[in-house]
C-alpha cells in the first residue's frame, strides 16, 4: 500500500517518516521545493529530536520520497497549516490549494485524511472542493453512505520537542465523513499507533482538537489572572498555587509571560468565530492571556524608572522551555518592546539558538550574551522562559538585582 503525506511540516513529515519506518511506500508532497530536496538528501529542514534519523532511514531504504506534484496512492494524509485572517477568521486557503491539486490524481477507493487542526465543517469543505473537480466520482455525503472515496478528520495532537514518541504513543481521535470512512481511516493509524484510536465523525472530531487547545489556554489564562490579581495584592502567586493545588480536586497551571505557539493562540478563535455569541469563556480567555505580554513590558517600565540608564537582562526568548522555537512567542514580543521604546541596555539570552533573531538586530542597546554575564552585569533581570539550563545559573550572581520572574523559576 502507498500513502502520500501531504505538507512536509511539523506534522507531515515525522508522520511520513514513521509511516515509511514502518515499511510502507510513502510519497511526500509539498509546494516548497528546497524541502522536497533536503529531504530527498535523507535531511531534515526543522529542528525535532530523533526526527533526523527516522527520515534518514526512510529515505535510505527508498520507503520515502519527496516531491512537489502530487501522485497517485492508496491513501492521502493532509498535513497544511491552517492560520487565521483579520478578525480571526480561518484561513482555508491551504486546504482548498491541496484539495484542488489532489482532485486529479484520486482513484475510486482511496482514502483522504485531514490532519490538520480544522474549524467545525472544514472537512466537508475539503471533500466540496474535490468532488467539484471530479463529478467522476462520488463522495461521502453523510453518515453510513457509500462512495467512491473516503473522507475523515484525524487531528494531530503530539506536542513539539516530543513528537516522535506522541505520534506512536497518543491515542487518536477518528472522525469519518462515513462509517466505511472511519473503519479505513483505523486501520491506517492502526500500522503505527501504540495508542488508542477512538471513533467518531468528522465535526466532532474537528472540535475536539479545537477543544482540547482551548481547555488549556482557558486554564493557563486562570493562573494568568491570578498573577495579576496576585501582584495587586502583594502575593506570591506561586505560593498561593502551589498552596491551592494541595487541594484533591484543585489543579492550577502555570502563569507566564503570555502565550505562544501556533496552535493553543489560534484554535480557540476557531471556535469563537463558529458560534461568536456563545463562545464567551474561551475569547475571554484568549484577551486576558493575549495582554500579557504588554503587562510584563509595563511592569519591567516601572522598574527600570528607578535607574537612570537601566541594564535589563532578558533570559530566553524561546516560546517555552527547552526548545529553539521563537515563532509566536511572547518572550520575543516582550523584547522586541523593550528594544522599541528604548527601555535601558538590553542583555538578551536565548541559550538555544545562535544569535538574534533579526527583529532585534540593528539596535545598539541590545546584546547577545551568555546568561552569567547578562545576569551579572544588569540592575533588572528578567525570567521569560524557564530553560533548563538557567536552573543551574548560580542564584548568588542575583544579590542587589532586581528580580521579575514570569515563569516562577526562582521564586
Ligand atoms: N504555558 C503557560 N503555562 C502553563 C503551560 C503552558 O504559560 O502552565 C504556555 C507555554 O509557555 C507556551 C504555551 O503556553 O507559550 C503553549 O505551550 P504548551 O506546551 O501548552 O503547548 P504547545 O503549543 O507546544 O502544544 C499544544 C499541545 N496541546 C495540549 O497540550 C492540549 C499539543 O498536544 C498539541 O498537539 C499542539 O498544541 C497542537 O499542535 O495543537
Known amino acids: 500500500k502507498t500513502v502520500s503525506v501531504v505538507g512536509l511540516g511539523y506534522i507531515g513529515l515525522p508522520t511520513a517518516a514513521v509511516l515509511a519506518s514502518r515499511g510502507l ?36 531504504t527508498g520507503h520515502l520520497h519527496a516531491t512537489t506534484t502530487p501522485e497517485p496512492a492508496d491513501a492521502f494524509l493532509v ?20 484539495a484542488k491539486a489532489l482532485a486529479p490524481v484520486l482513484q ?16 466537508e469543505q475539503m471533500a466540496e472542493w474535490m468532488a467539484a473537480a471530479r463529478p467522476d466520482l462520488s463522495f461521502p455525503q453523510h453518515e453510513g453512505n457509500e462512495s467512491d472515496i473516503h473522507i475523515a478528520h484525524c487531528p ?27 473503519e479505513l481511516a483505523t486501520a491506517l493509524y492502526a500500522l503505527f499507533v501504540k495508542g488508542e484510536c477512538l471513533r467518531t465523525d468528522a465535526r466532532t472530531a474537528e472540535l475536539c482538537k479545537l477543544v482540547e487547545n482551548s481547555f488549556r489556554d482557558v486554564n493557563i489564562a486562570f493562573a494568568n489572572e491570578l ?14 498555587i502551589s498552596l491551592a493545588n494541595r487541594h484533591p480536586r484543585v489543579n492550577i497551571l502555570q502563569p507566564g509571560p503570555g502565550v505562544g505557539g501556533h496552535c493553543i ?15 464567551q469563556l474561551i475569547r475571554t480567555a484568549r484577551e486576558v492571556n493575549d495582554a500579557k505580554p504588554l503587562y510584563v513590558v509595563r511592569r519591567i517600565a516601572r522598574a527600570a524608572e528607578r535607574f537612570k540608564r537601566p541594564r535589563i537582562a532578558c533570559l530566553g526568548l524561546a ?12 518572550a520575543l514580543e516582550i523584547v522586541e518592546h523593550l528594544a522599541e521604546t528604548k527601555a535601558g541596555e538590553l542583555y538578551v539570552v536565548e541559550p538555544h539558538v545562535e544569535e538574534l533573531p533579526h527583529s532585534l538586530q540593528g539596535y545598539e542597546d541590545v546584546h547577545f550574551m551568555t546568561a552569567e554575564k ?30 521579575i520572574d514570569t515563569r516562577g523559576m526562582w521564586q
Not at 498535513?79 to 491551504?94: C, M, Q, S, W
Not at 544588569?378 to 532586581?402: C, M, P, R, W, Y
Open 25 to 60: 511506500k510513502v510519497i511526500g508532497v509539498d509546494v516548497n521545493r528546497d524541502t522536497v530536496e533536503t529531504i530527498n538528501a535523507g535531511r531534515v529542514p526543522i529542528v525535532e529530536p530523533d526526527l533526523d534519523v527516522v527520515v534518514q532511514g526512510a529515505v535510505a
Open 156 to 182: 494531530e495532537r503530539v506536542l513539539p520537542g516530543q513528537v516522535i514518541r506522541e505520534l506512536v504513543e497518543n491515542d487518536r481521535i477518528i472522525g469519518g465523513m462515513s462509517e466505511r470512512s472511519t
Open 319 to 330: 516560546f517555552k522551555p527547552d526548545i529553539d522555537d521563537l515563532r509566536e512567542s511572547p
Open 108 to 123: 475510486k477507493g482511496n482514502l483522504v485524511i485531514l490532519e490538520s487542526t480544522s474549524p467545525v465543517g472544514a472537512t
Open 374 to 403: 547578562a545576569i551579572g552585569s544588569a540592575d533588572i533581570v528578567v525570567v521569560l522562559v524557564n530553560h533548563k539550563v538557567f536552573q543551574k545559573v548560580d542564584t548568588s550572581l542575583l544579590k542587589g538585582k532586581e528580580l
Open 227 to 240: 498573577s495579576v490579581i496576585c501582584e495587586r495584592l502583594s502575593i506570591d502567586v506561586w505560593q498561593l
Open 79 to 98: 498535513a497544511v497549516p491552517t492560520p487565521f485572517k483579520e478578525g480571526h477568521e480561518p484561513d482555508l486557503r491551504y486546504i482548498e490549494q491541496v
Open 265 to 279: 493562540a489560534v484554535d480557540p478563535w476557531f471556535i469563537v468565530h463558529s458560534a461568536p455569541e456563545e463562545a
